[in-house]
């Protein structure tokens, strides 16, 4: 007797502290400190692994894990809980997070595996929406789009108060979107902004909605709803985006004061990525066509120097040359031609460089620097007719280095490339007299 009262008052002790270290284990969970709960409960089922409150323990255990972003130590503990609990009334809720925690960690298809087992296996779950939202993701991950697009379909119209509702409306509007499929994409973001304002998804829905009217040449329609966007509680990313749109819908109506404005409010927004580069260059433009050199150069030569892997870089850095040239400075505009050149030299924007180059030499009387130069720059890549120009500014300054029979065969080689109506006419001219220089009458008449 006395030691069956030790037994039993020993039992007692142990699942007084097993349901002390559980508690205090919810403690920790409901204050925000997952790593410490998740330690307690890890700590909790090796010296309770049968107790009343393991499977709560187990459970919680992967629930911290999903909160830590921990996706492979939330999947054991989600997988186990499974595997050793199949009749809990928590087994949807497990295999959900287990669902979320494939996804999150790159692994879509096991996620559309156990996603489709709950949404077949509890078809009464409340969390059913849930699973048909993420089993869209996945899909979308596994770049299966028909799918995904069947699955968000599902949730908008059996489950339209669902909180992922808005979503998976506006991921369904980015995939036709993606597909080429601007009505379709456009009646969906309208679902969005229009039953759904409040949502989180509502400003990018009336983002791309508007980016989609401007690529069709709806800008009244573009303007309405971008001006929505920047006027609303939204992210600094999407309301740089729309300004940025704002200012190129502007600058295409010729409204460059309006248009600077915007651009400057992307700038102001954060100035070190895009579409901040973009819009410095736009406002390289403005001042340009107001012949403000300065100004332009200045805003040209932002772009190359803060940005000089952007593909705007080397453009960015020939108009800054090219304005130079315009306000009178040579000097300035050669030395940033060759930087053009020697920083980007696989740029189309390297042999228009040259090209500039060995013309601004052939004006100066350098026709020696100028025809070496132009020999460089014939060899950059770009278009048949901008090559033939290079060949008749090379013929030139041959021809002005005494050289006619080299001069002859570079504007020969030139009249083949397919050159502009003034390009070829100069030619025609160089190759008739030059043939006569060299004795080739037949050729010359």
Known sequence: MILLLCILTGSAFANAEADKEFAYGVGLYRDGQFERAASRFSEYLTRWQDADRAPQALYLLGECHFQLRAWQGCRNAMDSFITKYPFSELVDEAMLRLGQASFESGNSHDALNTLSTLHSKYPNSPLVPDAVYWMGESALLESDTSSALKHYRNLVERYPEHHYTPWAAYSTGFIHEQRGDSESALAAYYVVWTRYPDAESTPSALYRAGFLRHKTGDSPGAGELLEKVVSSRVGDEIK????????????????????????????????????????????????????????????????????????????????????????????????????????????????MSLTEVGRELYRLGDYKGSAKTLEV???????????????????????????????????????????????????????????????????AA
Request: glycine content about 8%; aromatic content about 10%.
């Open 240 to 351: 740089r985006h729309a300004n940025f749109l704002l200012g190129e819908i502007n600058f295409e109506n010729n409204n460059g004061a309006e248009a600077r404005v915007y651009y400057l409010k992307v700038i102001a927004a954060d100035s070190t990525s895009d579409p901040a580069p973009q819009a410095m260059f736009a406002l390289g433009w403005i001042a340009s066509k107001e012949e403000l050199f300065s100004e332009a150069g200045r805003w040209f030569s932002l772009v190359a120097d803060r940005f000089p892997k952007n593909d705007l870089a080397p453009q960015a850095m020939y108009e800054a040359a090219s304005t130079m040239s315009k306000a009178g400075n040579d000097e300035g505009a050669l030395n940033l031609w060759r930087r053009v050149a020697n920083e980007w030299p696989l740029s189309p924007e390297a042999g």
């Open 377 to 443: 720059a014939v060899q950059a890549p770009m278009d048949k007719p901008s090559r033939a120009r290079v060949y008749r500014l090379l013929g030139a300054a041959l021809q002005s280095e005494g050289e006619d029979i080299q001069a002859l065969e570079v504007c020969k080689i030139g009249l083949g490339l397919d050159p502009l109506p003034e390009d070829e006419e100069e030619m025609l001219f160089s190759v008739g007299y030059l043939s006569h220089r060299t004795g080739e009458f037949n050729q």
